[in-house]
């Protein structure tokens, strides 16, 4: 066997070994449950940032609704028409 064919055999190896790993990563994924249930009250993210040294810093708490609905309406801007247009006047 020459070199050009083993080299030739081990890409063809490889590319089968990627794609066989492919399929199995997408399977995978579809098996595997991403995110939170939709239900009532909140997810709580801590968030703390500190700027090193002695002092500084800054530490707060993030709600997170799991009610899809309200959880869209965070992305709503306040001063939007509630029976108004849906529009954008730029």
Known sequence: MTLGGLLAGMSVLVLVLLAARAV??????????????????????????????GGGGHSTTIRV????????KAFVPK????????????
Do not use: F
């Not at 399977?27 to 997810?43: A, L, Q």
């Not at 609704?65 to 959880?71: M, N, R």
């Open 24 to 53: 199995q990563a997408v399977r995978t994924e579809h098996k595997s449950k991403r995110g939170i249930d939709p239900g009532r009250g909140d997810t709580l993210i801590d968030v703390n940032y500190a700027s090193g040294g």
């Open 79 to 90: 001063d939007a028409s509630k029976d108004g247009p849906n529009e954008r006047n730029d």
């Open 65 to 72: 609704s799991k009610d899809p609905q309200e959880y869209a």
